[in-house]
């Protein structure tokens, strides 16, 4: 049974730094691509960074340049560094985790979401 839990969420304020953790288990971790999405009440859920199934990286435009994803394949952890935090990063941030088979998605799981809130 694939689990994905985030932690390091919180209480920032706009200029601070926070650094987001998930950690993966019943995966063969190096086998997928995984994300960090956000989603603020009333709104869909968008991509906020990425690792692709070739190992490039893609970020929201808005978060270009202050967040970072980085992954540990020995640890199973996937982690989204903040910085420069804004209060329209405001959101609840989830771990994603998916796997392609012959370009379809056949795996997709989540973890059950961080609360970040910016504000002074």
Same mark, same amino acid.
């Given at each position: 049974? #694939?689990?994905?839990?985030?932690?390091?969420? !919180?209480?920032?304020?706009?200029?601070? /730094?926070? &650094?987001?953790?998930?950690?993966? *288990?019943?995966?063969?971790?190096?086998?997928?691509?995984?994300?960090?999405?956000?989603?603020?009440?009333?709104?869909?859920?968008? #991509?906020a960074?990425?690792?692709?199934?070739? !190992?490039?990286?893609?970020?929201?435009? /808005?978060? &270009?340049?202050?967040?970072?994803? *980085?992954?540990?394949?020995a640890?199973?952890?996937?982690?989204?560094?903040?910085?420069?935090?804004?209060?329209?990063?405001?959101? #609840?941030?989830?771990?994603?985790?998916?796997?392609?088979?012959?370009?379809?998605?056949?795996?997709?799981?989540?973890?059950?979401?961080?609360?970040?809130?910016?504000?002074?």
């Amino acid at each position: 049974q #694939v689990q994905l839990v985030e932690s390091g969420g !919180g209480l920032v304020q706009p200029g601070g /730094s926070l &650094k987001l953790s998930c950690a993966v *288990s019943g995966a063969i971790f190096s086998m997928y691509a995984m994300a960090w999405y956000r989603q603020v009440p009333g709104k869909q859920r968008e #991509v906020a960074a990425a690792f692709t199934t070739t !190992g490039a990286t893609n970020y929201l435009d /808005s978060v &270009k340049g202050r967040f970072t994803i *980085s992954r540990d394949n020995a640890k199973n952890m996937v982690y989204l560094q903040m910085n420069n935090l804004k209060p329209q990063d405001t959101a #609840v941030y989830y771990c994603n985790l998916r796997r392609y088979c012959s370009g379809v998605l056949c795996e997709d799981y989540w973890g059950q979401g961080t609360q970040v809130t910016v504000s002074s």
